[in-house]
Structure formats: structure tokens, C-alpha cells
């Protein structure tokens, strides 16, 4: 039996970061992945979306180009060489974290790990059992999508986050049950190949968990790409019928329709991945571990990260917690801050937040003053004819400190770096609007609105 000091169940941005990390702190470290490493963000979810967005934004900008009087000959789309890119970008970034994994001197067992009593953990290999042991314990078994119990879905063939990016043929027609995060960023995609794409969202807007502010703007720019949302609407039946899906959906007010389509995407959350530490008993929060602020469980040998856990089901949440986990597990005492955790949507126009939302401070009952700054009189946004968008700061009232802020438009996902650090460094609206912001940027709406918070706008 091989013996470790930490053991890491899972190879995605929580897992493989935690293992690296406590390698990088002198200890010796395993890391179990039944599938291929980089989990779900990688090999299904932000990576393969992110890649397949990136050709939406690029066949929006030919046809949008013609405005501009430029003209090119008729657009095809290759589907396979689409995806055969996305493999690439997958590959390489894989081929990244084993040379990592490799430097670090860490074991990687491929295979499906399951944890017993003592540390003792079975990871069933393609050929034989293995039974490995650890002193610390890193789970990061990250979650599944979530199918509901929808009569009809069991004789539906439909699409979920794992299957959709290697889907064979563009559809003539899809329906997106749940319009959060995955619904519409998938959307965006399908759309941009022409394919009439109807998202079903049972909640009264799209993407509820960003502030109806975004989502009304979000709304407005999907439906110019003739993508039909339907809000406030459940699914209640799917029936099969001469080789079409029927998906029977009812509204709050009790109008029903009935959706005639060829492909099915389920998008409506995700489960957390606990069945391979069942028989411990760890203390739960619902479905997911529930861990401290040290990424501890209820048992003091074992720590959990990620979806597994609840809370963010992003990325780089995963990796921050991997990170605090592996350093508590080395002996180290860490915590995740988790007041600025940005959170992105990368649909054309993206959704960039951090921090607080307006909801957020008026539940916490703080004192605050909001500035919206609209992107359609900022001149970078008008030389890129993406005028739709704009920037919304929350500040404090006593001190002017930065409590939140959300951003909607081109390239916003990259730009929220920079209210995060300020809401890091517990900067205020003071000293943000004393920084000379390159113009022209989008990036000056943010400087505008902190000067208008402060009544030196000059545009504002
Ligand atoms: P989500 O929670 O973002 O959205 C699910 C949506 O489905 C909700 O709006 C909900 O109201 C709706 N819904 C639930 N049941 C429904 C039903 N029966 N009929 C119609 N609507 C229904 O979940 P998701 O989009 O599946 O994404 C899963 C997780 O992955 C999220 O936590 C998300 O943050 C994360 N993710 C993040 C990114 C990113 O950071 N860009 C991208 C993709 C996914």
C-alpha cells in the first residue's frame, strides 16, 4: 500500500491546484481522476464554451461588419473544425497541468477513487484495485448537471454541459431548459450558427442570480439575435412525436405553448459528485460537504473544495479554496476571502460583477450610493459599435469605500480585475477617481462613475 501525506480526490481547478500546492510545500502528494484532468472546467464547461464564444463573437463581427462597409463572401460554418479547435485548446491545456503534476513529483492514479475508514483510499484502475492511504485527505469530486424530474425526459434525448460540445450536427432548432449561466452563454453560441434557440427560464428573469439590471440588458441584446426567452415558465411535459420533441411549458399565469424542437440542452444547475465518500458520514449543508473556513470537514483528516462544497460553483473559486485546503493540510492556517469573488458571464454583452450587489447591501442594511454609467457616450464603446452596455459602482456612504461593482459589455469579464483589487484594498471612490484611466477605454466609465459618485464628473 502506498502512503501519502495528501491525497487529492479529483483533477479539476480545485483538485490539481490543491495537489500542486501541497507539493510546492514539501509534501508527498496523490491526486485520483477518473477521467481526464482539468474536471469539468477544462473538458466540459468554461474552456470548451469559452472557445466555441470566441467563434459566436467572431461570425457576429462579419455580419455586423457590414454595416461598417465591409463585405465578405457568403459565411459557412465547418462544425467539425470548430470543435477540432476546441480539442486543441483542450489538449494543450491539458498537456499543461500534466507537465505541472510531473514537476511536482505527484502520483496521478487514473482511475475511480473511493474513500474508507483511516485514509485508506481504493481507486479501481482500468486493470486491478489499489488501495492507497493518506494522512490528509482533498476532496474535489466537483458536481454533475442536474436533470429534474421533467415527465417525458426519460424517453427525451436531450443535451447537458457534458455532451453538448461534442455534439455531431448543428441542430435545426433547440430549446435551453433554465436560463442561468449555462443557458445563455450556450445560447449565444447555437444562435450565432443560425440555429433558433428558445431559452425556458422558470424564474421571472434570465441569469437571476446577476442584478435584473443585467439581466434586462442581457434579455434585450438576446432577443436582437432572435433568440426567444421565456421567463416565469416551467416545462411540464416532453412528448416524443414523428421524430420531433414536443417540450410542453406553462407560464406563472398559466398560459401553455407547446415548443416543436430537434434539440434538447438541460441547463437548470448542477449536482455536487458525493457518492465516493458516502459511507463516512460527513456532516452535509443540504446535498454538498459541508467544510469551514479552513476547508475542513466534520472529519478533522479530511478537507473538501469546490462545487462539492456549494456555495460559488466557479472555477477559480475551487482553485482558491484547493489552495487554502492544501496549505491547511500542510500544516498552515489559511482562509478564503470571498468578498471579492468575480463573477463572469461571457455572452456577448458579457456580465462582469464583484462584490456586493444593490440586494446584497440593502439585506446588509449598509448605507450606500450607486452610480450607473452608460457606455453609449464612451468612445471606445462607440468606435466598437458595442454601445449597449454599462458600468454600475456601489459605494459606502460613510467612507466612500467600494462595495460593488457590475459591468455589462464588450470584454467586461476582463476588465472586472481592477474594481476587484480596489474592493481587495478596501479602496474608496476617492482614490479610484484620482487614477488616470487611458482613454479611450471602457474601463473610463468606472472612473466616471467614482468621479460622479463624488461630484467631480466631468462626462457624468
Ligand atoms: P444556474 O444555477 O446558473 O442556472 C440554472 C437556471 O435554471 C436558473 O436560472 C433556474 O431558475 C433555472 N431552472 C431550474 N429549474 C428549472 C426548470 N425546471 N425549468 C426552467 N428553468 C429552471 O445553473 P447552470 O446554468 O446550470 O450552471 C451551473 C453552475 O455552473 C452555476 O453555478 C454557474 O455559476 C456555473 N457556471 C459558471 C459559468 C461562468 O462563470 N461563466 C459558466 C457556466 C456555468
Not at 449555462?182 to 450565432?192: D, K, Q
Not at 435584473?212 to 412528448?239: D, N
Not at 484547493?322 to 463573477?343: F, H, L, W
Request: glycine content about 10%; some cysteine; aromatic content about 4%.
Amino acid at each position: 500500500m502506498n502512503d501519502y501525506e495528501v491525497v487529492v480526490l479529483g483533477g479539476g481547478p480545485g483538485g490539481y491546484v490543491a495537489a500542486i500546492r501541497a507539493a510546492k510545500l514539501g509534501k508527498k502528494v496523490a491526486l485520483i481522476e477518473a477521467r481526464e484532468l482539468g474536471g469539468t472546467c477544462l473538458n466540459r464547461g468554461c474552456i470548451p464554451s469559452k472557445t466555441l464564444l470566441r467563434h459566436a463573437e467572431v461570425i457576429e463581427t462579419i455580419e455586423k461588419a457590414k454595416q461598417w462597409g465591409i463585405e465578405t463572401g457568403e459565411m459557412t460554418f465547418s462544425l467539425s473544425k470548430m470543435l477540432d479547435r476546441k480539442d486543441a485548446v483542450i489538449q494543450q491545456l491539458r498537456n499543461g497541468i500534466s507537465y505541472l503534476l510531473k514537476q511536482g513529483k505527484i502520483d496521478v492514479y487514473q482511475g475511480i477513487g473511493n474513500l474508507e475508514e483511516n485514509g485508506k483510499i481504493a481507486v479501481q484502475l482500468a486493470e486491478k484495485k489499489e488501495i492507497i492511504r493518506g494522512e490528509k485527505i482533498i476532496l474535489a469530486t466537483g458536481s454533475r448537471p442536474l436533470v429534474p424530474a421533467i415527465d417525458g425526459i426519460e424517453e427525451a434525448a436531450y443535451f447537458t454541459s457534458d455532451t453538448i460540445f461534442d455534439i455531431e450536427k448543428i441542430p435545426e432548432s433547440m430549446v435551453i431548459i433554465g436560463g442561468g449561466i449555462i443557458g445563455v452563454e450556450l445560447a449565444c453560441i447555437f444562435a450565432s450558427l443560425n440555429v433558433p434557440v428558445s431559452i425556458v427560464e422558470m424564474s421571472d428573469r434570465i441569469v437571476p442570480s446577476e442584478e435584473p439590471e443585467a439581466s434586462k440588458a442581457l434579455a434585450k441584446a438576446l432577443k436582437k439575435k432572435q433568440i426567444t426567452i421565456l421567463t416565469s415558465t416551467k416545462v411540464v411535459r416532453v412528448e416524443q412525436r414523428d421524430g420531433s420533441q414536443l417540450i410542453h411549458v406553462e407560464s406563472d399565469n398559466g398560459k401553455a405553448q407547446i415548443l416543436d424542437t430537434e434539440a434538447i440542452l438541460m441547463a437548470v444547475g448542477r449536482a455536487p459528485n458525493t457518492s465516493s465518500f458516502d459511507g463516512l458520514n460527513l456532516q452535509m449543508d443540504g446535498p454538498f460537504v459541508k467544510t469551514d473556513s479552513a476547508m475542513q470537514t466534520s472529519n478533522p483528516s479530511i478537507y473538501a473544495v469546490g462545487d462539492v462544497t456549494g456555495g460559488w460553483q466557479l472555477a477559480h473559486v475551487a482553485s482558491a479554496e484547493g489552495v487554502v485546503a492544501a496549505a491547511n493540510a500542510a500544516g498552515q492556517t489559511e482562509t478564503v476571502d470571498y468578498r471579492m469573488v468575480p463573477r463572469c458571464v461571457y455572452t456577448s454583452p458579457e456580465i462582469a460583477s464583484v462584490g456586493l450587489t444593490e440586494a446584497d447591501a440593502k439585506r446588509q442594511g449598509i448605507d450606500y450610493k450607486v452610480v450607473r454609467v452608460d457606455h453609449a457616450g464612451n468612445g471606445r464603446a462607440l468606435a466598437q459599435d458595442e454601445k449597449e452596455g454599462f458600468t454600475k459602482l456601489i459605494a459606502g456612504t460613510k467612507y466612500g469605500e467600494i462595495l460593488g461593482v457590475l459591468m455589462v459589455g464588450p470584454h467586461v469579464t476582463e476588465m472586472i480585475a481592477e474594481p476587484s483589487a480596489f474592493i481587495h484594498l478596501e479602496g474608496t471612490v476617492d482614490e479610484l477617481a484620482s487614477m488616470i484611466h487611458a482613454h479611450p477605454t471602457i474601463t473610463e466609465s468606472l472612473y466616471e462613475a467614482a468621479a460622479s459618485w463624488i461630484g467631480k464628473g466631468v462626462h457624468h
